[in-house]
């Protein structure tokens, strides 16, 4: 049975792909001297098995190596028909950290950078009918300065809110055949006032196209443009409204033909924008109900064992009264982002800068090629509301973040997605931002009321970073971390990780959440919350769930404290 054997990219999909996910034969290779030794052609030294897409370091990739892994590589013969390789064939990698090199058939194909987003190789003039050798080589190193490696542990034990490390494939690896004229791509601008979507698709060769937009089986549009090649745009009316909103994932189907190629995709009818204070959207004020969610799984690491997996965290915090969360120090994978658009479930776009030493000029090399990746990818995606480059930009060895460095990917974010709200840092230390967040995990729910009245009352954010950064009135604020209450399963729990004191019982833990939460709904000036977080990860166990996903408490408690009307909801 292939692990993962879902279609991995659900926005643009292909009906002729073949999933490569299973078992592959594999080496550890620490010094990186394979290609030298020329691994990508002579396989005697491939000792181990390893289960893709489940990195070296999980149960499920049936090798569980915690150590420091420097370098890994994996071979699979794939036999292809001559019916697969009569048009391009090409070899897409969802994820792998960090640098990986492609050969097939003994040859080098290339090299991608970069440990978050997806990527391919055209591999048409590589591959033949019959048997072909393909072989995947992944380098990692946590410890160096311009590899972001988001929670990953850069000391041998996982600490604190750092966790066990990712080396090499953690995503789907799939082949895709597609004939020589074909759509390279496209980006999609929904209009909910106007009831359209604006269509910008690029195209390789030249033929008829056809795009036609449905709404539950129902012909909403059709355009068709006869002999098009290059970039081409197009608007589609829609002849009914159906609004993409908080809990109700509203989707448009797409069907494109572009001479054989047929491609399906979907997208949301939605606007988002800021007004004032409030965050809108469909120029309705929502307040974010948001949790903490880093994508860790117990069995997988940074892999959910299965696409259900993926779905039920969205339906776990539903189930809380959460209508989205913060996808925090990771790119998730586009399966997940699929199952938010269909739930109506907002999310924030981040990148797991952690790692990378912002302190640098010479750091944007590390940060900005992969995240215009990461914003290119996911653009499409009606669930994800905003972009947040980087968290929490802490000094290193007592040198300052260089401004400049932030203010260039705020800028670069801006011109790749005008459309969407970017944070600069999310908590600090902001240098240009559409939205001012903090981090506040101030455990007294009187200090935390103090704070909300005096932002409510004399227009001052009081917060841990107010010596480096300064809050502009009138700015939207958005309270992005705070509780991560302790509560472990433990009987000893000194030696579990979580924020303040643990509670000495239930009572007290409920009573601390509800003040924090209802101090900041009831601000008027506050657009969200983003509470810390949806499940514990090893030893941090300030989860709402535990880390196997069971309840720490009812359900119906979190969902009637989150629940509450905001105040800045009120009079709409």
Known sequence: MIPRSEHPKPQFERPRWKNLNGEWKACIDNGRSGEARELYKDFDSYDKTINVPFCVQSALSGLEIKDFTYGVWYERTVALSEEDVRGRTVLHIGAADYRTTLFVNGQKVGIHKGGYVSFSFDVTSFVKGGDNHIVIFCEDDERNPYIPVGKQSREYYSHGCDYTRTTGIWQTVWLEFTPYRYVKGMRLDPDAFSCSVNVTMELAGTADLCVKASYNGTLMAETKLPSVNGVVHFNLQLAEKH?????????YDLDICFGDDCVKSYFGLRSVSIDGYKFLLNGKSVFQRLVLDQGFYPDGIYTAPTDEALHQDIVLSKNLGFNGARLHQKVFEERFLYHADKEGYLVWGEYPNW??????????????????????????????????????????????????????????????????PCIDTSGNYHVETDIFDVHDYEQNPEILLETMRMLKEEDVLRNHCNNKQTYSSGMPVFISEYGGIKWSSESDSSTSWGYGNTPQSEEAFKSRYEALTKAILANPKVMGFCYTQLTDIEQEQNGCYYYNR?????????????TTKAAIEEGE
């Open 243 to 251: 609004l993409w909103e908080v809990g109700c994932g509203c989707l």
């Open 355 to 420: 790692g990378m030493d912002h302190t640098r000029p010479e750091s944007i090399y590390g940060i900005l090629p992969e995240w215009l990746e990461e914003i290119n990818r996911d653009y499409n995606h009606p669930s994800i509301i905003g972009w947040c480059p980087f968290n929490e930009t802490w000094d290193i060895d007592g040198k300052k973040q260089f401004d400049p460095l932030l203010s260039a990917i705020y800028r670069a974010t801006k011109a790749a997605d005008p459309t969407r």
């Open 550 to 562: 069971t309840p720490k408490f009812d359900a119906a408690f979190f969902y009637g404290v989150n």
